[in-house]
């Protein structure tokens, strides 16, 4: 079972719904994609870390085959490539590593080289297999990097819970696109509804079932995110409530599931129901 | 010697464009012959790189010093592989730069700034 955790954008308790589900179900793999930022390694603090180089293929030109055509450079739609007086330049940090140009070129005056852009860190923190993606700074783009994380199924026994990157561009649509189930975590503000949509709009494409959390909800106030579910039929699997222990444990790097036996209970619940929702997804489907 | 500005209309009442790569049009004005000469910027729509292309363009068209009111890093580079020079502009008018810089009362321009090659938009 392969579950997607996503929001429009960060700070709403993504990371904090993810690590958690990942830490009460038996066995477990922790995948955090969201590779600029990644933090679910600060909870869970895993133990016997493997780091792994991630490189992609940049271009390298032979100035003395190149015959200055410039094929290359107007087909570049990144624009990575200049033609100065006599040299061909190649913009590293910009080339997003399509391989075209070295196709294109028949001089053969291309070649390519690997360039690191990141690393992917596996560890164990008890029940649960930690995998992070970390994205160098400044590097166009960290799907390469999700696409080696995503490359990891997980075992049989495992249920596997992969932390979006926020918003909806090409690295969370890299991110969801083999889930079997999406869950979209929303605030109960104006501004959460925005971001909720965003999200909402994303899954409906990808044709993946999904549900929402809704976190930070008190008691008797009004939650837009929640009118907004009612009005678009959008199922809700359940609410974490403001709770200022829960904040601060969680603030601390703390996994509040691991903490205390009423937020075990909590998250718990939730993940019957994920799992409830998904085996009902596979069985409307079959 | 032909200078380019970027420019946000056709004529020579047009206003200096805030951003290089993003400019609508360029005009490339050639010192001896007095002659204006106005392109459109085929980079201002590009997904990335706005900037490099839009250096390309400007050095294929034989330009030998450029005044705007700032650059990108990128850009800065080709221009500088290329001897091209980068003069701050004085005001917003086409023709008051041009006097200025026949004058040679042009500084070059100091305000390179870094890039913004973000790409997939993270909010
Ligand atoms: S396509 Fe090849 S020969 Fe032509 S400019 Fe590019 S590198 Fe040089
Ligand atoms: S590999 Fe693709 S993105 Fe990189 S320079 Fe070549 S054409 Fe541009």
Redo the contacts between chains.
């Keep these: 079972m392969k579950i997607a955790v996503l929001s429009g954008k960060g700070g709403t308790g993504k990371t904090l719904l993810s690590v958690n589900l990942a830490a009460v179900s038996p066995e477990s793999l922790y995948i955090d994609c969201d590779v600029e930022e990644p933090n679910g390694h600060l909870f869970f603090k895993p133990q016997d870390i493997k780091t792994e180089k991630v490189n992609v293929k940049i271009p390298q030109v032979d100035q003395e085959l190149c015959n200055g055509c410039r094929v290359c450079v107007d087909f570049c739609r990144f624009n990575a490539l200049v033609y100065v007086i006599d040299k061909l330049i190649v913009f590293n940090e910009i080339c997003h590593s399509c391989g075209g140009c070295r196709l294109l070129c028949r001089k053969k005056a291309i070649s390519e080289i690997d360039k690191e852009i990141g690393v992917v860190q596996s560890g164990k923190s008890e029940n649960v297999r930690v995998l992070t993606g970390i994205l160098k700074p400044g590097e166009p783009s960290g799907v390469p990097i999700i696409k080696k994380l995503l490359q990891d199924e997980g075992q049989e026994n495992e249920d596997v819970f992969i932390d979006c990157p926020p918003g909806s561009a090409c690295v969370v649509m890299e991110s969801i696109k083999d889930a079997d189930y999406c869950i979209l975590v929303a605030e109960p503000t104006i501004f959460g509804v925005h971001n909720l949509d965003m999200v909402y709009e994303l899954v409906r494409i990808f044709h993946i079932p999904y549900g929402v959390v809704l976190n930070k909800c008190l008691e008797e106030e009004e939650n837009p995110a929640e009118d907004y579910c009612l009005k678009n039929n959008i199922p809700i699997l359940g609410k974490i409530p403001f709770d200022i222990e829960l904040g601060r444990l969680n603030s601390n790097g703390e996994i509040v599931a691991r903490k205390q036996a009423k937020y075990r209970e909590l998250f718990q619940n939730l993940l019957n129901k994920v799992k409830k929702e998904v085996q009902h997804e596979t069985a409307s489907n079959t | 010697m032909k200078i380019t500005l970027p420019v946000d209309k056709k004529s020579k009442d047009a206003n200096i464009s805030s951003n290089l790569g993003r400019a609508p049009y360029f005009l490339f004005y050639d010192t001896e012959t007095e002659e204006y000469n106005f392109m459109d910027n085929s980079?201002a729509s590009?997904?990335?790189?706005?900037g490099?292309?839009a250096?390309?363009n400007i050095?294929d068209n034989g330009a030998e010093a450029i005044i705007a009111p700032r650059c990108g890093q990128?850009a800065a580079?080709?221009f500088m592989?290329?001897g091209i020079k980068i003069y701050k502009n004085i005001s917003n008018s086409i023709s008051e730069n041009i006097a200025a810089l026949k004058e040679g009362k042009l500084t070059p321009l100091d305000d390179i700034h870094p890039?913004f090659?973000?790409?997939?938009?993270?909010?």
């Excluded at chain 2, 090659?117 to 909010?123: A, P, Y």
């Design positions: 980079a590009s997904q990335g790189g706005a490099i292309k250096a390309q050095l990128n580079n080709v592989t290329a890039g090659h973000q790409h997939g938009g993270r909010q």
